[in-house]
């Protein structure tokens, strides 16, 4: 596989440790790889340790305001100059088991053998306490709320899938010339579900590989704008900003892929902010600690 040239894309903020414990991972591979790693104004030394502890990561500096989509979106934006073969979106907090990488490329070329050349691959991920699964490729709900995504579970086999939480994926240079970066209509949530639509809608597929390549805790929502614990006043005010959802990020992405009634679906989140949500588990879209 040393022969295959991929981009790692990351960004990071304020989470040294972690951040260092997912490259140590990241470069014990047995995959020779480029990383792409925007650090959005960390202020706990994460930018120097980079340095130290591994200079030849590509270092990109965000401006503070950047969040998970426009730090990914600045790291896509440089390697995709470069042209590489693939491209890998990952976080920080996911730290990926022996032969992830290898595992993930052997899928795409299965794939691409039985007729899906344009297919990303997405890793599945568990929490490292619990052993239950976290993130990885997502289908829309089949019930009335169309714009709720839920897990899919990987079996022995790829499974396609409809979009994805983008915590481990791997896209082809193929899907990314179709579908190019993450929009930047997005900030910090909704982009990853919005590449994998879109990518769809352009010919392109979405599978998820069979097993879990790596760990990566479930995010909570408490404190955010799902926590009934939470005034309504504190619900109301953390649903509109940008780890929620944003006026303008979430009218985007409904008008986009929620067909001719897209302003029901826009109302929700704002309703269930008022009425209360029951899971106090959220996806990485929805969590406060991806920053």
Request: with cysteine; net charge neutral.
């Amino acid at each position: 596989m040393n022969h295959v040239h991929l981009a790692v894309l990351m960004t990071c903020y304020n989470r040294r440790d972690t951040t260092l414990a997912c490259l140590q991972a990241l470069y014990e591979q047995n995959v020779t790889v480029d990383i792409y790693l925007v650090d959005d104004g960390s202020s706990d030394g994460t930018a120097d340790a980079i340095k130290a502890t591994y200079p030849e990561v590509k270092l990109l500096k965000g401006n503070g305001n950047l969040f998970w989509v426009g730090g990914m979106r600045m790291a896509f934006a440089e390697a995709l100059k470069s042209s590489y073969d693939y491209y890998l979106w990952l976080n920080d907090d996911t730290i990926l088991e022996p032969n992830a990488l290898c595992h993930l490329l052997n899928i795409h070329r299965y794939l691409t053998e039985h007729d899906y050349p344009n297919s990303i691959v997405v890793g599945s991920t568990l929490d490292p306490v619990t052993k239950k699964p976290t993130y990885g490729g997502a289908v829309q709900s089949k019930r009335w709320y169309s714009n709720k995504f839920e897990f899919v579970k990987p079996g022995l086999e790829p499974q396609e899938c409809e979009t994805m939480y983008g915590n481990c994926v791997l896209i082809p240079s193929s899907v990314a010339e179709r579908v190019g970066n993450i929009d930047a209509a997005f900030i910090h949530t909704l982009g990853d579900l919005d590449y994998g639509l879109r990518a769809q809608k352009l010919g392109c597929s979405v599978w998820v590989a069979p097993g879990y390549v790596g760990t990566c805790s479930q995010n909570c929502v408490r404190g955010t704008w799902a926590d009934t614990n939470l005034p309504l006043y504190e619900r109301l005010k953390k649903v509109f900003q940008t780890k929620g959802f944003p006026l303008r990020a979430w009218t985007v992405f409904v008008k986009r892929h929620s067909g001719p009634f897209w302003y029901i679906y826009w109302l929700l989140p704002y309703v269930r902010a008022v009425i209360g949500y029951k899971n106090l588990n959220a996806s990485p879209s929805f969590c406060e600690e991806n920053k």
